[in-house]
DNA sequence: CTGAAAGCGCTAACAC
DNA sequence: GTGTTAGCGCTTTCAG
């Protein structure tokens, strides 16, 4: 900028204002130096406009995700990015794979950014550490999870509802004899779907006994389908709570021919669902809506802070395609 | 870090010091300056750091790609992200929907921010305005194309070499009607692959008269294959020259039930390859070592700038599961 | 071993 | 309209 200036005989101040498009510059002291910002290939440093300009924030968001390339988060993030994009910001984004320390980690590397905002997608960690940012003013919101303090608004959809819906749906195509596929409890919305899972059989009366957790790749989730239908004593229906379970368990059922004997409904939408026959059965989750709700809950408390925080929960619809509609035999 | 200092009496530089481990503090002062950080929540501003220290760079990447949401993307960023984070430098991602002003406008929101190095994998402008900033030492490693200008390294899979071994596996095959769907040839890599398919079909004597791209979307590929396949006249054999463009196709063809007869070779590996009957034979990418070659590529000439470009060209190999190996009836 | 002064690149506040 | 001064939060340089 000083080079600018310099070339141009103006002052720093100039430059500025005419890098910020403030009105009041002359015509022609304004073309002196946008000449010599293009002869010189000058970039503004954002770093420096944004630290001087506030001290806090950096027209920047970040975001914390369990994994990218799981196709749910990806579709979450570019839900958010698209909101976010509207509003000139960037993201920082990261993948903790769950674990505790490395969520910390990256959350701490973005408050050092002095990013405006945080979107968590991921954690099992309680996050207390962020109490001081909070009410430094950093707002968060947290996706599909329930964090464990109460420190920001909350995007998710309706676990338990979801997970009701495909339970009933079994029951009411005369199954009795459901296993559960679910992924690690550590996770929010596994436990809601679980908990979801059994209280609608205890209402049917209906035992429990293949309460299969911890599952979370489609390759344990293969596995365990596959030596659970192998028994004599199997069930008639598969309800796999999440994508990668039901990826897994379809691949165990066409493996072992019996897909169109074992009734299947699966929680998020797959795209294989579509493709094999039998079609799947699946509670959709929209993970780009959740992405751009979360990005406008955050830009509404950058805009005015101070109100309680808010609480959107999105309810799903069973989509039947025919693998839940099959009948006990 | 100014009330730190006040709260434990010392100087802003004996905070530093401890902020940033330096050995020479005594212990009863890096004590009490610990303490007065702890009580009073503080986390420096890594922008004012890094600003101070280099005045460009602040351990931070930018990563343009086309989609997020696209699977092979978001493999690739993980890929990039776990390189990253060994060297503990933190990403900015955008996606660009191949839309060149986009692409200028997240590349140069990067460089504004001072970001270390640039990964590109989406790139339809020239960047020729990236010249100045290579220059000025920001290296950029292009993923998956063939820039413009020669600024940086370039990794990317041999799309000619795997799309001629796609084809060639179809003509071993008895088949002399292959049809090609890719989608835009904005993109390098559709273009290559082509290219490809072009040439081999040349040398083998055969017409070419399906030659269909601009296939975006899994729902143009699926309508395309729909509209070519329900001819009288139609091809024996279809090579699918993109993740998006195979799903489409192999929907249409079980819409058809034509998949036992029709024989398909897709480029990149698909979730679905395993799942449907027939299994699909596919050319696969492996996006995430791509990502981990873009981040290697970045931090080996941040470490030692200098040497000329370097180009890594990935080879596939083909994965013969079933659909391609069909016999023309 | 510790601190005071200067300055990274830029803009707010106040001159002229 | 334009320039000067101060300072964002931190680190470098150089005294003590």
Same mark, same amino acid.
């Given at each position: ?14 430059v ?10 002359t ?13 010189l ?21 970040? =975001? ?12 979450? =993030? ?10 000139? =910001? ?31 997608a ?56 459901i ?7 550590? =996770? ?15 209402e049917?009366g209906c ?8 599952l ?7 596995a ?24 897994g368990?379809v ?7 019996v ?5 299947l ?12 026959e ?20 955050l ?20 989509i ?10």
């Amino acid at each position: 900028m000083r080079d600018v200036a310099n070339a141009a005989g103006v002052s720093l101040k100039t430059v500025s204002r005419v890098v910020n498009n403030e009105a009041s510059v002359t015509a022609g002291l304004e073309q002196r130096v946008r000449s010599a910002i293009r002869a010189l290939g000058y970039q503004p440093d954002d770093r420096a406009r944004y630290l001087r300009r506030a001290a806090t924030g950096s027209r920047s968001l970040g =975001f914390v995700q369990t994994d990218v390339a799981n196709p749910f988060f990806a579709a979450m =993030f570019r839900g958010l990015e698209d909101v976010v994009r509207a509003e000139g =910001f960037l993201v920082f984004a990261g993948s903790s794979d769950a674990d505790p320390d490395r969520e910390e980690e990256l959350v701490r590397a973005f408050i050092a950014r002095r990013v405006d905002g945080l979107v968590i997608a991921s954690a099992r960690s309680d996050l207390s550490f962020l109490a001081a940012e909070v009410e430094h003013g950093t707002p968060l919101v947290f996706v599909d999870l329930e964090p464990a303090i109460d420190l920001g608004d909350v995007v998710r959809t309706d676990h338990y509802g979801g997970a009701a819906m495909a339970t009933r749906h079994l029951l009411e195509h005369g199954h009795r004899r459901i296993a559960f596929l679910g992924d690690s409890p550590m =996770f929010f919305s596994a436990r809601e779907r679980r908990r979801a899972f059994v209280d609608v059989m205890a209402e049917a009366g209906c035992p429990t006994p293949w309460l299969l957790t911890d599952l979370t790749t489609p390759e344990e989730s293969e596995a365990a389908a596959h030596e659970l239908l192998n028994r004599a004593d199997r069930p008639t229906a598969l309800f796999t709570a999440q994508n990668f379970v039901t990826i897994g368990a379809v691949k165990a059922m066409h493996g072992l021919g019996v897909q169109h004997e074992i009734a299947l409904v699966g929680f998020d939408d797959v795209d294989i669902a579509e493709l094999v026959e039998p079609k799947l059965t699946v509670v959709p989750q929209d993970p780009g809506a959740l992405g751009r709700l979360a990005g406008e809950r955050l830009f509404a408390r950058l805009a005015s802070t101070g109100r309680p925080f808010e609480r959107t929960v999105l309810e799903s619809k069973l989509i039947p395609r025919g693998s839940g509609e099959i009948r006990p035999s």
